[in-house]
């Protein structure tokens, strides 16, 4: 999905904001879930990304064969036909999503024939059979419903709304195809699925796959059957109906195969959007190059519609896009990607909604890149980089789960993911991960697991600090040189100063000489403060600090001082501030050279109640936080040992 800046909010009224985590039939799983995790022992924070993997879900959905009948109105009716495999014994009963439906009758299909179902509603449908089912059974069931303008999930507007012809389209992400078809609406549980879908005559109805049959009715209605044998998940299905005009436009790889993307506009559009579409082909062919994965599904398609709340929406073959933005590029590859990253590979939970949304940004960033080269991918990326407002992490954002965290912060982890692997390690992750979970779901901690086996070494503190954690590093830069025989000592001095998490990052340093020869140094940033040193045959005459942009930072503060290069260590512990303090103080003290050292805070019997820092660190000034929580109020003490140098303070806690 993309959302849309705030010029466009037009249409604010449509937005559907709003959380439906209550959902009496995700409860009830979860219930169940959490009992198993309490036998085994297995709670984890992060219990909603394994608790699909988990956890045996009742049924699995193999299909959704849907026959819809649209007057092209606020309603319809229409038939689901649902098969799904058992997968416990002992089940009598299953539940399903459908919201603010009519339930008019539900059977069940076996040896041809049909019997009728018991079924009940709270806010989920509860279908009862007369027999216990058994694991691996297949069953078919089916629903008649009516549909009656709902609040969310189908959207029917008429001419004079649209200012074009009369139209009827879904929106389901994230929890509302259940507004327009029972179903288990859960992004894990992928099934195929077919569509019939009746409309007047002079309407052209789109959905998800092929369309294999086109029927003329006695009573001037026309009948469109889609299929797809592709595994879709819910919140992919779709239809968009209306007087459309459709143009092909053919991408055609270098081995000759034809992909066919099929585009479905109002008439009066037909000329700017063919134009404006004919980027498709080289978009097609970037994201292959890139991904190294050829695009994943039987067709691409395109649909515009207004009044739409977002930008566009990457339905399974058919994105749809606000008509208004027709000629938006980063909306046209950005809902294209989504076929690789959220359709072919689906979020398990939307916790991982950035592994849909970071990577279709981060898209956008590799199109610019593609049209104009660094430059474009430098440009993107400063645009989309707002570390002032990123106050969420990145995974698990808050529902109504589609911010900026999730988009923008989310392409610069992968941004970074890239600076900190090269290139072509970090596309052939991005390779691996795909054919790994292709057609399926994945979650932020098998993404890492992948990246991780191709970096060959842990990625724990490039998560923690972009994917789990908030804020972004504010570097205080200082530099100096001095002449020693006929070579330059350069002394570079990274601080942080922002509050809260310390950053460990990769940071490139660009210096240009007296003889207008340039150099880069990467460093490694690893703590709080940090001085690298270097030797220079020529005289340095300036330092850019991250000119190419890789790091997710504010902007940072560079000075030259001549003092610092003769600025000499010492070991000392300073008084921590605030002093007394309720519940965290700071302590700071210096290493004269690089030393293993340990910090630890004792309570006045002499017992160790916390370590602070225990590694090697670098010489200069080192600053951490203590946090004293669960500690009474009292008289402590905070000893540095670093070597053959120790010393102690005392610190005061007051509650
Ligand atoms: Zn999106």
């Known amino acids: 999905m993309k959302r849309l800046t705030l010029s466009f909010l037009l249409f604010a009224s449509l937005f559907s904001i709003k959380a439906q985590q209550s959902e009496s039939i995700q409860l009830e799983e979860r219930e169940a879930f959490l009992r198993r995790q309490s036998l085994t022992n297995l709670l984890r924070p992060t219990v909603h990304s394994v608790f699909s993997r988990l956890y045996t879900r009742p049924i699995d959905i193999l299909k959704y064969d849907l026959d819809i009948n649209l007057p092209m109105s606020s309603s319809f009716t229409a038939k689901n036909r649902i098969t799904f495999r058992v997968q416990r014994d002992s089940i009598n009963r299953i539940a399903l999503n459908a919201n603010q439906m009519t339930i008019q009758s539900a059977v069940w299909e076996r040896n041809a024939q049909t019997e009728p179902l018991t079924f009940s509603r709270t806010d989920s449908l509860y279908i009862t059979f007369p027999q216990w089912l058994r694991q691996e059974d297949t069953i078919t069931i089916v629903i008649q419903y009516q549909v ?48 019939k879908l009746t409309v007047p005559q002079g309407f052209v109805a789109a959905s998800n796959g092929l369309l294999i049959n086109l029927t003329t009715n006695p009573n001037n209605t026309r009948t469109y059957h889609w299929k797809t044998d592709y595994p879709i998940t819910t919140y992919l299905m779709c239809f968009a109906v209306s007087n459309y005009q459709k143009f092909d436009i053919y991408y055609v790889r270098p081995s000759g195969d034809t992909l066919v993307t099929e585009n479905y506009v109002w008439a009066s559009d037909v000329p700017s959007a063919q134009q404006s579409f004919s980027v498709l082909p080289a978009m097609l062919a970037m994201c292959e190059n890139r991904f190294q994965i050829l695009y994943p599904f039987e067709k691409y398609g395109q649909a515009a519609v207004r009044p739409f709340a977002y930008g566009g929406m990457e339905h399974q ?82 529902p109504p789960y589609f911010i900026d965290e999730v988009y923008g912060k989310g392409a610069w982890v992968l941004h970074q993911l890239r600076f900190w692997c090269g290139d072509s390690l970090f596309f052939q992750i991005l390779k691996v991960y795909g054919e790994q979970f292709k057609y399926s779901t994945a979650n932020t901690a098998q993404f890492k697991a992948v990246a991780e086996s191709l970096y060959g070494e842990a990625l724990d503190d490039f998560f923690q600090q972009w994917v789990y954690g908030t804020g972004a590093p504010r570097f205080n830069v200082t530099w100096s040189r001095a002449s020693v025989g006929n070579q330059w000592q350069t002394t570079v001095r990274v601080q942080q100063t922002q509050a809260g998490q310390t950053f460990k990052t990769p940071l490139e340093l660009f210096f240009q000489f007296q003889n207008s020869t340039t150099t880069v140094e990467r460093v490694r940033v690893l703590s709080r403060d940090t001085v690298f040193t270097f030797t220079f045959n020529e005289r340095p005459t300036s330092l850019e600090v991250d000119k190419n942009g890789w790091v997710l930072r504010f902007p940072i503060t560079l000075d030259y001082n001549e003092k610092l290069q003769h600025q000499r260590y010492q070991y000392r512990l300073l008084q921590n501030y605030p002093n007394p303090f309720n519940p965290s103080t700071t302590i700071e003290y210096e290493l004269a050279k690089p030393s293993s050292i340990e910090l630890s805070v004792y309570d006045a019997l002499g017992r160790k109640v916390a370590t602070l820092v225990n590694e090697p660190q670098s010489a200069g000034m080192h600053r951490v936080q203590f946090s004293a929580e ?22 005061m806690l007051i509650k």
């Open 317 to 398: 073959t058919l994105s749809i896009l606000q008509r208004n933005l027709l000629s938006s590029q980063n909306l046209i590859v950005h809902e294209l990607a989504h076929h690789w990253w959220g359709n072919m590979v689906t979020c398990e939970t939307f916790a991982d909604l950035w592994l849909n949304e970071g990577f279709a940004t981060y898209t956008e960033a590799l199109w610019r890149e593609q049209l104009q080269g660094f430059t474009g991918l430098y440009n993107y990326m400063q645009s989309r980089l707002r570390p002032n407002q990123w106050t969420n992490a990145v995974y698990n954002p808050p």
């Open 148 to 195: 009656n303008s709902p609040s969310y999930g189908y959207y029917y507007y008429t001419p004079s709304q649209t200012g074009f012809g009369a139209l009827a389209y879904t929106m389901s992400e994230p929890f509302d195809a259940r507004y327009w078809m029972p179903c288990f609406d859960e992004p894990y549980d992928k099934a195929t699925m077919e569509m």
């Open 630 to 651: 669960n500690l009474s109020s009292g008289v402590y003490f905070y000893k540095l040992t670093a070597g053959e140098f120790s010393e102690t303070r005392k610190l």
